[in-house]
């Protein structure tokens, strides 16, 4: 139950886009599109932006998209805004009816 | 509105016990798996458990397997984590979370300190 490898930070300018990616294993994100991703602000509870490696909630801007190939998840959040600047987390179901999240990556817009 | 409101956090000397609670409203609490997931203060999150909807099957972590138990009361639409043999490690904030299978809603967590 290792957990996904997600870059330690991005940033970007606003306006600008970013990709983060999310390394798993066959077991995990290249076995199932149970790919999903989690914006938490600090001090408050994760909210999911993509399920189903690239499905968008209700509610969520169109500003965030997913994707996977093989073994790695990709969340593109596009036109950066200040808002956006938060940690984000990947998870995938697993085999054993587990889960496992990603290592986190913290946003920052210059 | 989806509510999920959890309890029972607190300070505990390393090898005590603690039970969690989490109470969940404004939905059909018997029909989702339910889920605990934990951050150390600064660090990222980590799943720790999760009961599907009736209870009868249950999946931990490997850092806490034999050591907590989850489990829920359909009847007061509550889920529970026992937890054993706490470590220092176990120091958390403790979210109860529901899938679809995405976790598409989370409580606002609840803090367990272990510390001697």
């Known amino acids: 139950q290792s957990a996904l490898t997600q870059p330690a930070s991005v940033s970007g300018s606003p306006g600008q886009s970013i990709t983060i990616s999310c390394t798993g294993t066959?077991?995990?994100?290249?076995?199932?599109?149970?790919v999903s991703w989690y914006q938490q602000h600090p001090g408050k509870a994760p909210k999911v932006m993509i399920y189903?490696?690239?499905k968008r909630p209700s509610g969520v801007s169109d500003r965030f998209s997913g994707s996977k190939s093989g073994n790695t998840a990709s969340l593109t959040i596009s036109g950066l805004q200040a808002e956006d600047e938060a940690d984000y987390y990947c998870?995938?179901?697993?085999?054993?009816?587990?889960?496992?999240f990603g290592t986190g990556t913290k946003v920052t817009v210059l | 509105d989806v509510q999920l409101v959890e309890s029972g956090g607190g300070l505990v000397q390393p090898g005590g016990s603690l039970r969690l609670s989490c109470a969940a409203s404004?939905?059909?609490?018997?029909?989702?798996?339910m889920h605990w997931v934990r951050q150390a203060p600064g660090k990222g999150l980590v799943w720790v458990s999760r009961?599907?909807?009736?209870?009868?099957?249950?999946s931990y972590a490997d850092s806490v397997r034999g050591r907590f138990t989850i489990s829920r009361d359909n009847t007061k639409n509550t889920l529970y984590l026992q937890m054993n043999s706490l470590r220092v490690e176990d120091t958390a904030v403790y979210y109860c979370?529901?899938?679809?299978?995405?976790?598409?809603?989370w409580g606002q967590g609840t803090l367990v300190t272990v510390s001697s």
């Open positions: 979370a529901r899938s679809h299978p995405r976790f598409d809603y």
């Open positions: 404004g939905f059909t609490f018997s029909t989702y798996w």
């Open positions: 009961t599907n909807s009736d209870g009868s099957s249950t």
């Open positions: 066959s077991s995990d994100v290249g076995g199932y599109n149970y």
């Open positions: 189903d490696v690239s």
């Open positions: 998870s995938s179901y697993t085999t054993s009816f587990t889960y496992v």
